[in-house]
């Protein structure tokens, strides 16, 4: 379980925008490009460039692509009519000396 939910921590500057995430997936939801963003975050005296709004962007988005994929992987089997767990197939090959 441990392994499953570790998520290697954010650094430098990635580790900045991290408590804007948030606000910065809103504004690259409403069309704003990373240099758009960037300038945005100098404006609050953030200062970061394009090159890693975009890169926190697409680690972000993988991160929560891969947190989406777990949940649906992780789906439970379902039970055969008679209530039995469903058991997976698993073919039988002839070994080699029954030939």
Known sequence: ML???YQR???GKLATL???RDEI???HKKGASSAEIAAL???CQVTISKDAVARFLR???ARERNSRAKKTAAAPQTPTP???PATRFTP???SSDQQ
């Open 3 to 5: 392994i499953e939910t």
């Open 9 to 11: 921590p954010l650094r």
């Open 18 to 20: 991290a408590p804007l």
């Open 25 to 27: 997936f809103a504004l």
């Open 41 to 43: 975050l100098a404006q």
């Open 59 to 61: 680690v972000e988005a």
């Open 82 to 84: 008679d209530g039995a």
């Open 92 to 94: 039988r090959f002839p």
